[in-house]
């Protein structure tokens, strides 16, 4: 650890803090349905994937900008994300039942892309994609950053919607109890199938910037599970902001293992991280 | 209806089969029919040794693999480091990930809110955990392990016939202990858990101990059979074993044939595996994955108690009726009087005495010290406004809630640390105001269990025992009805029933009359008059003051969580402090 220079400590806080906000982007969907729906949903990282593979496919073979790729993804998934909700209500789905479909969901959405795509990994290659700032000695590489601020932006935004409007303070009201907010006059079932649109449309999001920024594979959707389920029980359950600031926690420990002891221990990080909340703060969920 | 009869002949036709296919690698059939075999009985055993304790006790896991993976790189390491003969490796994997599994029991079972989803999280958490640290530490170091120089014990003929041999006797093992558990009194308490974990302790279940037992189980088989794979694949990486479908497979083959049933999961995985690889690798093996994961999702969706339980149905339905068994009441058991029952000339001692009993919730107190007697074969009548404190003494006396000062003490001994299924088997019952039944035993069962835990009887005496009962509160008929199918007043006698079947010495009943019609209310008061006579202290819990002051010998009132007055009905109704809680302070003086 001796060996460890400030520079690199400061560069690794910096990676860090950045990939924190991608965490958080992808918590803040699945902490939005968990907490204000409940259901858990293990699908929202492989639709997430899904986005970042399309993107990928709609700019390398047809040529279109992510950004228009983007649109059309956010919209459709927007759609799944009713349509998967409609399905839950449909059957009755509990919290544990919604995870095993969600999971073997999930299972799909990675079969589907190994057939088409094969398991070999993936890279956008864009000409913005190794852009960086230097400050002073530290590079802040440029898609990352946006990606950050969208996910701050996105994270206040729908905190302050839920804060703020009658919509958002139905939709807690309906957490807290479905059907006595119902009596009050609350339409329940419209509310929930918008943030279930919503939540996917974030997943979406989210995969626009993985597609930029990361490299993809279809058993990428597992390695989010442990890292986004922490950051979600951090921030707390159904609170967009405490999503974006679990996110940045859980990045920077993380970044900060790789830097001092070694890349593969990384991913012992966040699950030590979720096991320990779930025993010492399980009030926390 | 002799259950072990049964139970043994269920037994030895395992036994039999198992050894009837023991012929099957001496005949000259093709080596590889032996391996897919091998693969059959390596997913039965996977997706039984899970059920018995996410299928029976609800507690879904998704870390089987993690205790597989011990059991594996366990077997690994002692095969090729330390020379161990690779039999004793079998043993030695399953201990090692027993213990894996106990310790994580220990640490999570003790919390309540550690259940459900957060449960599954933390499996799957510890999973990578194990993943992780195999992989970077010396016992794989990331590049896997060669078992291609451990000598096989050629005990079976050729080496596939060694594997499938192996395979083939941890998978009859594990059906045994598996559908021994199921038809054991640990089964009904597992089963209780999975419906209403609080009540099952309240009455009697060891709940933590079953729970520990369970997954030390589970995860001692998943190890075993982690040591006969390692050989078989003969190089092991962290990367196979710790697949994601190797965590998903025996959830998906347990839901789908049925996880609440011992013989679901080996039905499940025996479609599951057929299904899966009679594609060859390729991409067509990636669809195959995704057709079981949709497979997965029809069965949650459309067949919530997977298919087991449907094809049992259709047997009912078809089977010639000397096959199906007989659904018939079991001779009823009367219970013979007990001990302390003839001590009733002893009336008027004290049986239950609690000593200023504090109890705080946040910063609300919600007990401010409460001492109280109770007199043997009396009964007490516990009244007060809502929010008094009457429900949170009923749960401090059976020992839902620690008590944070006082003292309670029960014939002599101190109860006041005590976990509830101890406090339930010394003799404390309670009864539910909203019932809480085990919605998914029959009703016989439900009063069964409470009799076999309660009053500690083997299952057929606690059978006929239940028996018993349900003739006493009129439920006979509804014996093998699910307590869903009742109405309200079947429900509160089905209530009284389970309090009655532990035989305690002191019945806490909590508002029994509630939202019961007047001659509901009289039946039910001549009832409970009726279990004093018999010697049980009655206290109960009314808002009904037409029953408080005809049935009590005494009545306690609580107010803001501490004890007003205590007497017998026309004292304590003219007490001036009780009539201005009740009416105002106009009408107290």
């Known amino acids: 650890m001796a060996h460890v220079s400030l520079s690199l400590l400061e560069q690794s806080l910096i990676t860090g803090l950045l990939a924190g906000g991608l965490y958080g982007l992808l918590a803040l969907g699945l902490s939005l349905s968990w907490g204000l729906l409940r259901l858990v949903n293990l699908?929202?990282?492989?639709?997430?994937?899904?986005?970042?593979?399309?993107?990928?496919?709609?700019?390398?073979?047809?040529?279109?900008?992510?950004?228009?790729?983007?649109?059309?993804?956010?919209?459709?998934?927007?759609?799944?994300?009713?349509?998967?909700?409609?399905?839950?209500?449909?059957?009755?789905?509990?919290?544990?039942?919604?995870?095993?479909?969600?999971?073997a969901f999930a299972v799909i959405v990675e079969s589907t892309l190994q057939f088409m795509w094969t398991a070999d990994f993936r890279r956008y290659e864009t000409a913005w994609g190794t852009q960086s700032w230097v400050v002073g000695s530290l590079y802040v590489p440029k898609l990352s950053l946006i990606a950050f601020v969208v996910a701050g932006a996105l994270a206040a935004a729908t905190w302050a919607w839920l804060r703020y409007t009658y919509v958002g303070?139905?939709?807690?009201?309906?957490?807290?109890?479905?059907?006595?907010?119902?009596?009050?006059?609350?339409?329940?079932?419209?509310?929930?199938?918008?943030?279930?649109?919503?939540?996917?449309?974030?997943?979406?999001?989210?995969?626009?910037?993985?597609?930029?920024?990361?490299?993809?594979?279809?058993?990428?959707?597992?390695?989010?599970?442990?890292?986004?389920?922490?950051?979600?029980i951090i921030g707390r359950l159904g609170n967009p902001i405490g999503a974006l600031m679990g996110g940045v926690l859980i990045g920077v420990c993380e970044a900060l293992t790789m830097a001092m002891i070694n890349p593969s221990w990384a991913p012992l990080v966040s699950f030590s991280v979720l096991i320990a909340l779930l025993l010492f703060k399980p009030r926390w969920i | 209806m002799d259950l072990t009869r049964d139970r043994i002949r269920v037994i030895a036709g395992l036994i039999v089969v198992a050894a009837l296919m023991l012929i099957i690698p001496a005949t000259s059939i093709a080596a590889y029919y032996i391996a897919f075999l091998y693969l059959i009985?390596?997913?039965?055993?996977?997706?039984?040794?899970?059920?018995?304790?996410?299928?029976?006790?609800?507690?879904?896991?998704?870390?089987?693999?993690?205790?597989?993976?011990?059991?594996?790189?366990?077997?690994?390491?002692?095969?090729?480091?330390?020379?161990?003969?690779?039999?004793?490796?079998?043993?030695?994997?399953?201990?090692?990930?027993?213990?894996l599994g106990t310790g994580i029991g220990w640490l999570v079972f003790r919390l309540q809110r550690l259940r459900g989803e957060l449960f599954a999280l933390i499996t799957i958490s510890v999973t990578f955990v194990v993943a992780a640290i195999i992989s970077n530490t010396d016992i794989d170091g990331g590049s896997g392990v060669y078992l291609i120089s451990v000598s096989m014990p050629e005990l079976f003929g050729s080496q596939p016939g060694t594997i499938y041999t192996l395979g083939l006797f941890l998978c009859a093992l594990t059906m045994i202990i598996t559908y021994s558990v199921y038809?054991?009194?640990?089964?009904?308490?597992?089963?209780?858990?999975?419906?209403?974990?609080?009540?099952?302790?309240?009455?009697?279940?060891?709940?933590?101990?079953?729970?520990?037992?369970?997954?030390?189980?589970?995860?001692?088989?998943?190890?075993?059979?982690?040591?006969?794979?390692?050989?078989?694949?003969?190089?092991?990486?962290?990367?196979?074993?710790?697949?994601?479908?190797?965590?998903?497979?025996?959830?998906?083959?347990?839901?789908?044939g049925g996880s609440r049933h011992w013989l679901g999961p080996a039905l499940g995985a025996t479609i599951v595996t057929v299904a899966l690889y009679?594609?060859?690798?390729?991409?067509?093996?990636?669809?195959?994955?995704?057709?079981?994961?949709?497979?997965?999702?029809?069965?949650?969706?459309?067949?919530?108690?997977?298919?087991?339980?449907?094809?049992?149905?259709?047997?009912?339905?078809?089977?010639?009726?000397?096959?199906?068994?007989?659904?018939?009441?079991?001779?009823?058991?009367?219970?013979?009087?007990?001990?302390?029952?003839a001590a009733l000339a002893a009336r008027h001692a004290t049986v239950l005495e609690c000593k200023g009993v504090v109890k705080t919730f946040g910063g609300v107190q919600a007990l401010k010290g409460v001492t109280l007697d109770v007199r043997q074969g009396e009964i007490l009548g516990l009244v007060g406004p809502n929010g008094s404190g009457k429900s949170t003494l009923i749960n401090v006396i059976t020992g839902h809630f620690r008590l944070d000062?006082?003292?309670?003490?029960?014939?002599?001994?101190?109860?006041?640390?005590?976990?509830?299924?101890?406090?339930?088997?010394?003799?404390?019952?309670?009864?539910?105001?909203?019932?809480?039944?085990?919605?998914?035993?029959?009703?016989?069962?439900?009063?069964?269990?409470?009799?076999?835990?309660?009053?500690?009887?083997?299952?057929?005496?606690?059978?006929?025992?239940?028996?018993?009962?349900?003739?006493?509160?009129?439920?006979?008929?509804?014996?093998?009805?699910?307590?869903?199918?009742?109405?309200?007043?079947?429900?509160?006698?089905?209530?009284?029933?389970?309090?009655?079947?532990?035989?305690?010495?002191?019945?806490?009943?909590?508002?029994?009359?509630?939202?019961?019609?007047?001659?509901?209310?009289?039946?039910?008061?001549?009832?409970?008059?009726?279990?004093?006579?018999?010697?049980?202290?009655?206290?109960?819990?009314?808002?009904?003051?037409?029953?408080?002051?005809?049935?009590?010998?005494?009545?306690?009132?609580?107010?803001?969580?501490?004890?007003?007055?205590?007497?017998?009905?026309?004292?304590?109704?003219?007490?001036?402090?009780?009539?201005?809680?009740?009416?105002?302070?106009?009408?107290?003086?």
């Not at chain 2, 330390?82 to 027993?98: E, K, Q, R, Y």
């Open chain 1, 169 to 232: 303070r139905a939709l807690r009201a309906c957490a807290e109890d479905a059907p006595i907010a119902t009596a009050f006059g609350i339409n329940h079932r419209a509310l929930s199938f918008l943030l279930s649109g919503l939540c996917a449309a974030y997943a979406g999001v989210a995969g626009v910037f993985i597609a930029l920024i990361a490299t993809l594979a279809p058993s990428q959707i597992w390695a989010w599970v442990g890292v986004v389920f922490a950051v979600v």
């Open chain 2, 278 to 341: 009679g594609f060859p690798a390729g991409p067509e093996a990636a669809l195959a994955r995704g057709g079981v994961a949709l497979g997965l999702i029809l069965v949650v969706l459309l067949l919530p108690e997977g298919v087991m339980p449907s094809l049992r149905r259709l047997w009912g339905r078809f089977a010639p009726q000397s096959l199906v068994p007989i659904r018939a009441l079991p001779e009823p058991l009367v219970p013979s009087p007990r001990a302390e029952e």
């Open chain 2, 183 to 256: 038809r054991s009194r640990m089964g009904l308490g597992l089963f209780a858990i999975h419906d209403d974990e609080d009540v099952a302790e309240v009455k009697g279940v060891p709940t933590f101990r079953y729970k520990l037992g369970a997954i030390a189980l589970a995860s001692g088989l998943a190890g075993a059979v982690g040591s006969v794979y390692s050989i078989n694949v003969s190089y092991v990486t962290v990367g196979e074993t710790f697949e994601i479908t190797t965590i998903m497979y025996p959830v998906v083959m347990s839901i789908f």
């Open chain 2, 41 to 99: 009985f390596f997913w039965i055993s996977m997706a039984t040794s899970w059920t018995i304790l996410s299928g029976f006790a609800g507690y879904w896991s998704f870390g089987h693999a993690a205790f597989f993976g011990t059991g594996v790189y366990t077997a690994a390491t002692l095969a090729t480091k330390f020379n161990w003969p690779f039999l004793w490796t079998i043993p030695a994997s399953g201990l090692l990930a027993a213990a």
């Open chain 2, 405 to 589: 000062r006082g003292s309670i003490t029960f014939a002599g001994t101190p109860i006041g640390e005590l976990p509830a299924h101890r406090v339930a088997r010394l003799g404390i019952a309670r009864s539910y105001q909203i019932p809480r039944p085990f919605n998914r035993l029959t009703v016989l069962d439900n009063v069964a269990l409470a009799a076999s835990f309660g009053d500690g009887h083997g299952e057929d005496d606690a059978r006929r025992m239940a028996a018993h009962w349900l003739g006493y509160t009129g439920l006979a008929r509804k014996a093998f009805d699910y307590p869903p199918a009742l109405n309200l007043h079947e429900r509160k006698f089905l209530e009284l029933a389970r309090g009655l079947a532990a035989r305690p010495r002191v019945l806490l009943l909590d508002e029994v009359l509630s939202g019961l019609n007047n001659s509901e209310v009289d039946e039910a008061l001549n009832l409970i008059r009726d279990i004093r006579d018999r010697g049980t202290t009655i206290i109960f819990v009314e808002h009904l003051m037409r029953a408080v002051n005809q049935l009590s010998d005494r009545v306690a009132v609580l107010d803001g969580g501490a004890l007003i007055a205590l007497g017998e009905p026309k004292d304590v109704m003219n007490n001036s402090e009780v009539v201005e809680v009740y009416l105002g302070k106009a009408h107290a003086t």
């Open chain 1, 43 to 103: 699908g929202h990282f492989a639709i997430a994937l899904l986005g970042a593979y399309l993107t990928w496919w709609m700019g390398t073979a047809l040529d279109i900008a992510p950004w228009w790729a983007g649109l059309m993804i956010i919209a459709a998934f927007f759609v799944y994300g009713i349509a998967l909700h409609w399905v839950f209500m449909r059957f009755g789905v509990t919290e544990m039942q919604s995870m095993l479909i969600t999971f």
